[in-house]
């Protein structure tokens, strides 16, 4: 398969467009601003990727699609790997509703369960949308980091105390940090213990979310 990025006439691909997202109005609020890759086959385009940049380290997947005739070939994968290899500095955020297949989907392809906005589907779309006996109603976020991307706010932390005073004065204006947590059923006393860390981040908004190596230390990712 062949992956291109389009810059002009964006429009022609609305059939495999509407694939992923049946509005047309939804999608004429991403598909400028956004980037469109599209994935073709023997000189057939069977498939598509709209991203968008955000303000932050992170790129949004808004749209992705493939031809029903073209499905269970890996072709979907494909299409995110290539998104994450054009960016690997930066977090990839995926939206979707809770159609049982699609989170499966996303879950094999290492996303994990970010936030979700509630009510999204029934407040945007003018009819229900129903898939595979479910009716959407939120939009559920999913997050897939890169390995390479760097770690920003390293804390040398042992008490809870120090991170929530971290917090009160950064979670506003900062976006993540890192911690060396320990796990456990009781509390270390070298070390901050995970689930003092999860707790104090939450207060703020924030969670938990990967872990990284670093220089032979397991690092705890915290962000919003």
Same mark, same amino acid.
């Given at each position: 398969?062949?992956?291109?990025?389009?810059?002009?006439?964006?429009?022609?691909?609305?059939?495999? =467009? =509407?694939? *992923?997202?049946?509005?047309?109005?939804?999608?004429?609020?991403?598909?400028?601003?956004?980037?469109?890759?599209? *994935?073709?086959?023997?000189?057939?385009?069977?498939?598509?990727?709209?991203?968008?940049?955000?303000?932050?380290?992170?790129?949004?997947?808004?749209?992705?699609?493939?031809?029903?005739?073209?499905?269970?070939?890996?072709?979907?994968?494909?299409?995110?790997?290539?998104?994450?290899?054009?960016?690997?500095?930066?977090?990839?955020?995926? *939206?979707?509703?809770?159609?049982?297949?699609?989170?499966?989907?996303?879950?094999?392809?290492?996303?994990?369960?970010?936030?979700?906005?509630?009510?999204?589907?029934?407040?945007?779309?003018?009819?229900?949308?129903?898939?595979?006996?479910?009716?959407?109603?939120?939009?559920?976020?999913?997050?897939?980091?890169?390995?390479?991307?760097?770690?920003?706010?390293?804390?040398?932390?042992?008490?809870?105390?120090?991170?929530?005073?971290?917090?009160?004065?950064?979670?506003?204006?900062?976006?993540?940090?890192?911690?060396?947590?320990?796990?456990?059923?009781?509390?270390?006393?070298?070390?901050?213990?995970?689930?003092?860390?999860?707790?104090?981040?939450?207060?703020?908004?924030?969670?938990?979310?990967?872990?990284?190596?670093?220089?032979?230390?397991?690092?705890?990712?915290?962000?919003?």
């Amino acid at each position: 398969m062949v992956i291109r990025k389009v810059e002009d006439d964006k429009r022609e691909f609305m059939d495999l =467009l =509407l694939i *992923g997202d049946e509005s047309v109005d939804m999608i004429e609020r991403y598909i400028e601003p956004g980037s469109l890759h599209v *994935g073709s086959m023997d000189n057939k385009d069977i498939a598509v990727i709209v991203v968008v940049e955000n303000n932050d380290d992170s790129v949004e997947i808004k749209n992705l699609a493939v031809d029903a005739a073209f499905r269970r070939r890996g072709i979907g994968r494909k299409m995110l790997e290539y998104v994450e290899k054009l960016y690997p500095d930066k977090r990839v955020i995926l *939206g979707t509703g809770e159609t049982p297949s699609t989170l499966r989907f996303s879950r094999s392809c290492g996303y994990r369960y970010f936030h979700r906005i509630p009510n999204f589907f029934t407040d945007n779309y003018s009819n229900p949308i129903v898939e595979e006996e479910v009716t959407l109603r939120d939009m559920v976020y999913l997050y897939k980091d890169s390995p390479k991307m760097t770690p920003k706010n390293i804390l040398d932390l042992t008490r809870r105390e120090k991170f929530r005073q971290w917090l009160m004065e950064n979670s506003s204006c900062e976006k993540e940090c890192w911690i060396a947590v320990k796990r456990g059923k009781t509390p270390p006393v070298d070390a901050l213990w995970y689930i003092d860390a999860v707790e104090e981040a939450l207060c703020f908004g924030w969670i938990d979310s990967t872990v990284k190596n670093v220089d032979g230390v397991a690092l705890q990712r915290f962000d919003y």
